[in-house]
């Protein structure tokens, strides 16, 4: 067997390129020859060559539309045992390109082009993020096909050590991706993985922006379905700022929908400073829809630390209703006034008559006294109930120590003036 001698592959290569864009030619016998030539510089390991004749033909079919055999060929080049891995991914990265930037009129060449990828990037490695990306054409592909649990099982494919090698807004489109489809099939474990790959320092990336509306989105929808209205208040809150306030007048509908699930979803949280904090940005939102509205009013009763009427509470019964479909929400919103207006009176009075609390917040003692014992155990404030007095008594009583420290502090102010007036009668004595 002759010995393999690069610069003679080479020139017969160019004659073969220039056979193959000649007219009228032989091309089975031409493309046969440049196949044979393939394989003896892939034995010889000559990379350079090989990288350049494979290129020219892919490039070659794919002008010429001859769409099957050019799939045909890339799976059979890159599965071969021998073949040099660099060559193969030049190869997966160029049939990539054409895949990405172009439109295909017919849609079964689209579909066929993305599956003989998956097939020919299969467990490689070295080209893992292009498989990802084609995963994710092919997930919408079956989508559209109305195969939803498929195109569901094929996007999770896509892990997380792949993700993470992507650019920070391919990472957070394709997160967003997979949110969207998982939260179609009330996956809520793999939603909360999923909005975990994405930190506060990533979203706020200038790269990221044209993604972060849908993320705050998606995340928001989670955390509502989950009954975690805090977090989902926050996320609707930033999905707000998303929107530049100049472009108000044009999307108002679309921002004041969203300022009301933000309001809505601040008020169903439970009361804390975070809440209290949250709640007075929202209410400092300059968006114009809502500057003199009963948003504002609503919002500044729960900021104002006042007890919440009966009028307030009817408005805000009837706020949620038109706005709410969910009758567990209404049902949270009723708990949550209640919780606001004991939390008041604890801050604000030392004891309470029950039966004079009970009018005045508007329920039944039995209810009462189980909402107080919640925050009790809770250790969110201190009470003791007497229910044969039918009283309650919301002053912490002290510690040992703190009683001890006080005793100390008696004798020693005791002391002090004894020596004081001890010291002032024997001045009176030298006089």
Known sequence: MSQYDSTRSRERFEYLKERLEENGDDYQQVFDD???????????QDEKVAKELLLFVLDYLWGQERHTTLLDLVVSLTNKRVQIKLISEHILE????????????DELVYKEYVLKYLEASHGKTYCELYWARITVKYSEILYEEDEKRQSFDEIMKVHTETIGQMSHDEKVKIVNIQMRKALS???????????RKVTPRILMLDEVEPFRYDYYDLVSTFFIQKGRFFDAAQALFNQLKCISLEDEEERHDELLEIYENCMISILLSSRD????NLLKNILDY????VKNSIHKEILRTFIKKEIITTD???KLEIFFAERVVDSKQLETLKQRVLEYNILIIAESYDYGVLSDICELIGTEIDTLEA?????????????????VEGVVNFVTPKSNAEVMDDYLQKVRTTV??????????????EE
């Open 34 to 44: 440049l196949m044979q030539l393939e394989k003896e510089t892939r034995f010889a």
């Open 94 to 105: 160029r049939v990539y390109e054409y895949i990405e930037n172009t439109v295909f009129d």
């Open 185 to 195: 099939f009330e996956d809520y474990v793999n939603v909360q993985i999923l909005s």
């Open 273 to 276: 400073p975070e809440q209290l």
């Open 286 to 289: 300059p968006l114009s829809q």
């Open 312 to 314: 307030i509470n009817k």
């Open 371 to 387: 909402k107080i014992s919640e925050f009790v155990i809770s250790k969110v404030f201190y009470a003791r109930i007497n229910q």
């Open 416 to 429: 002090e003036k004894l020596e004081l007036a001890n010291h002032l009668i024997n001045l009176e004595q």
